[in-house]
């Protein structure tokens, strides 16, 4: 069983920043993937970042190199910094985690980012 908290979430203006913070209950060095998914209202949820236990990251295609995923091992915790913030990046913000390749995955609650002037 994974837990997952994540935190950072709020309104933001357009082209301004804000860090998601996910703590899990096991530790980030060990699992086998962890990363951030988000869900906009009417579409499906979609992969934001994610990191792997190789060392491979992988970003989402409209991430087009405003985000970076990092992780801090001896706090078990994983980030999400966002910048140059849009409109369409608003959407409730979910942590995902998996011990192994054909594992379970595990879900955190949510954070809302809403991106508006």
């Known amino acids: 069983q994974v837990q997952l908290v994540e935190s950072g979430g709020g309104l933001v203006q357009p082209g301004g920043s804000l860090r998601l913070s996910c703590v899990a209950s096991?530790?980030?060095?060990?699992?086998?993937?962890i990363g951030w998914y988000r869900q906009a209202p009417g579409k499906q949820r979609e992969m934001v970042a994610r990191m792997l236990r190789s060392g491979n990251i992988n970003y989402g295609d409209f991430v087009q190199g405003r985000f970076t995923i990092s992780k801090d091992n001896a706090k078990n915790t994983v980030y999400l910094k966002m910048d140059s913030l849009k409109p369409e990046d608003t959407a409730v913000y979910y942590c995902?985690?998996?011990?192994?390749?054909?594992?379970?995955?595990?879900w955190g609650q949510g954070t809302q980012v809403t991106v508006s002037s």
């Open positions: 096991v530790s980030t060095a060990t699992i086998y993937r």
């Open positions: 995902n985690a998996a011990q192994g390749p054909y594992s379970n995955d595990y």
